[in-house]
T-cell receptor
Framework: GAGVSQSPSNKVTEKGKDVELRCDPI?????LYWYRQRLGQGLEFLIY????????KSGLPSDRFSAERTGESVSTLTIQRTQQEDSAVYLC????????????FGQGTRLTVV | AQRVTQPEKLLSVFKGAPVELKCNYS??????LFWYVQYSRQRLQLLLR??SRESIKGFTADLNKGETSFHLKKPFAQEEDSAMYYC??????????????FGQGTRLTINP
């Protein structure tokens, strides 16, 4: 079956512009995560969705970052007024019920802010 | 707060030498621990999980509850083991759901 799909694969944007990144989780997966991975660095947790419950936004670095997910389907991560330090690979992962323990990752979106 | 600690950001060993990637966890409520691996230009993927007690690509990991550790080991490193490795643990979030928490990762380089 299809894995976690992210689009676009690469995005180059000008400083100050808004960008929207998309994640299609594996069908039936109730949990969805967004992470940021700067060049050569580890995973930085951004946000976690669990079913229809309120998301855990504790990792969002600033109010320029927001994410939405409708039910258990597609999620979008929006970065407003992009800055050069936002340049990174943004990873999405989803996990199946009932325990949501194993995460399946997408290939990531490489964002470059110029 | 739930924490998974990988004390080494970088680890470099020679081919054929033993390798150990360290992981310590803080949450004692979950018996499940994972190692994930990210090879160059590939997506992050599960390497092994504690509950399966399996050996994957020659790697094993033993849970030590006394030391709250889940170190990843391989007796003889190979060049293709060069990758980024993450330790992870789920912890109870709410309403029966669990949230995966990852360590900061260790970049392993195997020198020829």
């Amino acid at each position: 079956g299809a894995g976690v799909s992210q689009s676009p694969s690469n995005k180059v944007t000008e400083k100050g512009k808004d960008v929207e990144l998309r994640c299609d989780p594996i069908s039936g997966h109730t949990a969805l995560y967004w992470y940021r991975q700067r060049l050569g660095q580890g995973l930085e947790f951004l946000i976690y969705f669990q079913g229809n419950s309120a998301p855990d936004k504790s990792g969002l670095p600033s109010d320029r970052f927001s994410a939405e997910r409708t039910g258990e389907s597609v999620s979008t991560l929006t970065i407003q007024r992009t800055q050069q330090e936002d340049s990174a690979v943004y990873l999405c992962a989803s996990s199946p019920p009932p325990w949501n323990t194993e995460a399946f990752f997408g290939q990531g979106t490489r964002l470059t802010v110029v | 707060a739930q924490r998974v600690t990988q004390p080494e950001k970088l680890l470099s060993v020679f081919k054929g030498a033993p390798v150990e990637l360290k992981c310590n966890y803080s949450y004692s409520g979950s018996p499940e621990l994972f190692w994930y691996v990210q090879y160059s230009r590939q997506r992050l993927q599960l390497l092994l999980r504690h509950i399966s007690r399996e050996s994957i690509k020659g790697f094993t990991a033993d849970l030590n509850k006394g030391e709250t550790s889940f170190h990843l080991k391989k007796p003889f490193a190979q060049e293709e083991d060069s990758a980024m490795y993450y330790c992870a643990q789920p912890y109870y979030h709410f309403q029966g759901a669990q949230k995966l928490v990852f360590g900061q990762g260790t970049r392993l380089t195997i020198n020829p």
